[in-house]
């Protein structure tokens, strides 16, 4: 938690710079503003190395302690000066803005001196801590890793398995898949990875396979390694060699002058051999391993166990050779979590203790050794119930400080502790919210940019980075989904949340607009009518949510708000989805500031007044990743064009006509970004855009009140990637013919109020599931 506390105190640092300027302190203040930002780096860059590491002390907790309370007090500093910081003027005449300032000055003059004290009496604290704790000095000489003694522990044979074979429920199927291609006489060197999140027993399923004689008895040597966090390769190497040489009953080779990776190598020359990496981590551990492991084609196995489906997935021979253990199914849980917790009546749960049993087994999450460490815990207990439901309500205390759960903390911590720092806070975030919760991806990526855990890139920006993140705590199984959508758009499952989303309210909070420094605000399920002008307030703003509000037209202040990147105001009639006037968007009054909001990724949906004031505007905001329109008239056809023909990023464009008889004009809309991947034309089309055919990238399209006078499929056709086709009154021709061979990707077709149409053909192949 101290590295979030950092990381969050440093997102409010890199505001501070632009305000220096606008400000008459002295110039050691500023200096020393830019130490704690110097500072508070340091001890970032010294955990991420350091701490939470094998070997690491009860001191060097203390001190990460200290380090904590001290960045919390940077962090309040920071965030009253930015408060009494002189806003961004919105004036536009010389003595209007002159006037403001001078207020602001009389007001927030004294307060903004009076912090130049508190950041005095936070360096002093600062250099007492580094005067009585050398580990943490700016040369930062002590506490280095841990020596490679420390991975001695990790290497060698494992311990006894947690469970044993008959012990085991659940993972049957995979389990005998694995057996059948361990031994299945295939002469080339095949390598099997497990893949599953910690606990989940990984481990076990290797070892109760692993240890059985008529399976490492039908290869000449075998070994299993432990994988350490910071393991010397060179010590990985030997005990390998040794466990080899060990199984044959042979000597270690003689010390010849050679390395021990070309020992290896010519020791394993000829043989058969099974090998078990458990506990892998990264890709680069795997690419100085596999060198010492040779394909003899003598019919070797490499097994590796890993807590990151992206490791299994290079570690594997194949994609059929990898196998994802994601936990017990419930009613498995729960007999494993029985046959622990009662073994003198046979497992048999006293009828008593029937919820209690099913809430504590829900809790496990179907890893198995977090419930069978549980059960064996609840074993020596008596089987009282309000007993077992007291323990049920303290389960996270109990897990951090009883000895017999131990297990379950030490088992997920290695996998959490390899994460970077970026990673951390974006896995601690998930904190906030309801355990069991789910949480949509897109808002849970809007809310990392927002908590600066995702910063953009010359290549990326940050809603891309924060997604790479979000993939990454999935693919290391630390992050569960709940569901993926059919283009594989994840939405995670998450362990608790206080924000205002479908909250009873009827009216703007006023109060919201004194929090000068929010950059996140989600109002939607609301029934909030009107945004304030006020809303000017909040320069630092980045998201605003007004889905599913009454909310029809914003202010023009909304201008002000340089740093928007995601404007979200739309209503769905979802009861009636089909009509045309299911989706309203909002009216935004028009100012010439507007043009200035350049750093919005996603603006929808948005009402096109009849002066189509607003695409001009449009032609600035070259970074939309999404842009929803609707009220679009013929004559808006052009500048329309022109706009979105700039934004070469785009991935979803959504247009709805004024009214179900107005046209779309697109035939001017020559090139479309082939960004594109979502596409939604509503509305009558005299023509059927020709570019549209060139989006190769293109996965969503639908075509609604479109009354083309000929059938679109013969354009849509040759679209590689389409997913999903969605077609409403599309035409007015009598066929609907899909020819063979094409929409080779498409999983769901809509196809609705098409009255004309008496005959759609769709080829055989096509209906196949």
């Known amino acids: 938690m101290a590295e979030l506390a950092i990381s969050a105190t440093l997102v409010f640092l890199e505001i501070v710079p632009p305000l220096l300027k606008k400000l008459h302190l002295r110039e050691d203040v500023q200096k020393e503003i830019v130490r704690l930002r110097d500072w508070l780096s340091l001890m970032k860059a010294f955990m991420e190395d350091n701490y939470g590491r094998e070997g690491s002390s009860r001191i060097l907790d203390h001190q ?52 130049s004290e508190k950041i005095a009496s936070i360096m002093r604290d600062i250099d007492d801590f580094k005067s009585q704790n050398s580990a943490f000095s700016a040369n930062n000489n002590s506490n280095p890793r841990p020596s490679s003694s420390s991975s001695k522990i990790r290497n060698g044979l494992p311990a006894s398995p947690l469970l044993l074979d008959d012990e085991m429920v659940g993972y049957e199927k995979p389990k005998k898949e694995f057996i059948r291609r361990l031994v299945d006489g295939d002469k080339s060197l095949v390598r099997l990875a497990v893949a599953g999140p910690a606990g989940s027993g990984k481990t076990t399923f290797v070892k109760n396979v692993f240890w059985k004689r008529g399976i490492w008895g039908q290869f000449d040597c075998h070994a299993w390694v432990l994988v350490s966090r910071n393991f010397d390769l060179e010590e990985l190497f030997v005990n390998m060699l040794k466990q080899f040489c060990s199984s044959r009953k042979e000597p270690y080779p003689p010390d010849d002058g050679s390395n021990t990776l070309t020992k290896l190598l010519k020791y394993l020359s000829g043989k058969r051999y099974v090998v078990v990496l458990d506990d892998i981590c990264k890709k680069q551990d795997w690419d100085a391993i596999k060198e010492a492991l040779p394909n003899a084609f003598c019919g070797s196995r490499i097994i590796v166990t890993t807590s990151s489906s992206g490791v299994a997935s290079i570690c594997a021979s194949s994609g059929h050779h990898m196998y994802s253990l994601n936990g017990l199914e419930w009613l498995e849980g729960l007999k494993l979590f029985c046959t622990n917790a009662f073994p003198d009546i046979n497992g048999e749960c006293p009828y008593a203790l029937k919820d209690c049993c099913a809430n504590i087994v829900r809790r496990c999450d179907g890893l198995p050794h977090a419930i069978v460490a549980i059960g064996r815990a609840l074993a020596q207990k008596p089987r009282n119930p309000n007993d077992w439901e007291k323990f049920h309500n303290s389960l996270e205390y109990k897990i951090r400080t009883d000895p017999n759960l131990f297990v379950v903390k030490n088992s997920l911590m290695p996998s959490y502790m390899d994460l970077s720092s970026n990673l951390k806070s974006c896995f601690l975030y998930f904190s906030i919210f309801p355990e069991d919760y789910s949480v949509e991806r897109g808002r849970l990526i809007r809310l990392w940019v927002a908590e600066g855990f995702a910063i953009g890139t010359d290549d990326q920006t940050a809603e891309e980075v924060a997604e790479d993140y979000l993939n990454q705590l999935i693919h290391m199984n630390l992050v569960h989904v709940s569901k993926w959508d059919f283009d594989e758009f994840a939405q995670a499952n998450v362990a608790k949340n206080l924000r205002l989303q479908g909250a009873p309210l009827t009216k703007f909070p006023e109060d919201i607009t004194r929090l000068a420094i929010l950059k996140y605000l989600n109002l939607s399920h609301t029934k909030i009518k009107v945004i304030p002008t006020s809303i000017k307030k909040l320069f630092y703003l980045e998201t605003l949510y007004l889905k599913q509000t009454d909310v029809t037209l914003l202010p023009k202040e909304i201008s002000h708000l340089h740093n928007l990147r995601h404007l979200l105001a739309y209503k769905y009639n979802v009861e009636n989805y089909v009509t045309f006037d299911s989706a309203q968007g909002v009216e935004m009054l028009y100012d ?38 609707t009220g679009l008239k013929w004559k808006h056809g052009t500048e329309l064009s022109a706009s979105v023909g700039l934004m070469e990023n785009l991935k979803t464009l959504d247009l709805c006509s004024a009214t179900k008889q107005e046209y779309l004009q697109l035939g001017d809309m020559s090139y479309l970004p082939q960004t594109l991947e979502r596409l939604y034309l509503k509305g009558r089309l005299e ?9 190769h990238k293109l996965q969503k399209i639908g075509l609604t009140w479109s009354k083309l006078h000929y059938s679109p499929l013969k354009a849509l056709q040759c679209l590689p990637n389409l997913i999903e086709l969605e077609l409403v009154d599309c035409c007015v021709e009598k066929e609907l013919i899909f020819e063979a061979s094409c929409f080779k990707k498409l999983k769901i077709l809509l196809i609705e109020e098409l009255v004309n149409v008496n005959m759609i053909v769709i080829p055989m192949e096509q209906c196949r599931p």
């Open 592 to 629: 010439e500031g507007i043009g200035k909001l350049t750093n919005l990724q996603k603006l929808s949906l948005l009402k096109v007044d009849e002066k189509g004031q607003i695409l001009q505007a449009l032609e600035k905001m070259t970074q939309l990743r999404k842009l929803g329109l």
């Open 64 to 115: 990460v302690d200290k380090v904590r309370n001290i960045a919390y007090e940077i962090e309040d500093v920071i965030e009253e000066f930015i408060l009494h910081s002189p806003p961004y003027t919105f004036h536009n005449h010389f003595i209007t803005r002159k006037v403001h300032n001078l207020a602001h000055n009389v007001r927030h003059g004294f307060p903004l001196f009076g912090i």
């Open 687 to 695: 023509q059927f855009p020709a570019s549209i055919s060139s989006l």
